[in-house]
């Protein structure tokens, strides 16, 4: 026969889960707010760690050759010892660069480790790896696109991308 608790014995039980919960959402509160303060410290460490990357990307591409288009005013630095080749065979392209540190991959055509394409705003573009607009002027698109494992290149090179003429 189940024992019955007598109204005493509830209030002392009651009192008890009441005070439990109160530690409980005290703590909580606490821990929620010393956590946020440690975010803060954490956001400014990765700032400056952002800083300290994006130094070490200007000193790594500062002595990378430059590409420049005068008829489209465009420039990008690529690495020092990369090559590239203008295909000419594209025609719904304003330009089409392929950039590879290999030259015997240049020759052996498309597909390129790394492609800079310029297309107008009406080309449909569909790449398997990665793809990189750089921006968007004048009814022009601006590519880069290639193997992922390329990736980071890809990013420092989109990087140096600017207009030449203002």
Known sequence: MPQIMNTNTLR???????YIV??????LILTGCGDKKQATNNDVE???FKVEVDDMNEKEIEDWQIYENKELGI???YPKDWHYKKDTDKTEQELYLGLAKDEKILEQGVPYPIEFIVVGLNVEMTFEEYLHIITEKDGLRYVLAGESNYQDKIEQIAESFEFTNK
């Open 75 to 77: 420039e990008f630095k």
């Open 12 to 18: 002392i039980i009651n009192m008890k889960v009441k």
């Open 22 to 27: 109160t530690i409980l959402l005290v703590s």
């Open 46 to 48: 990765l700032d400056n």
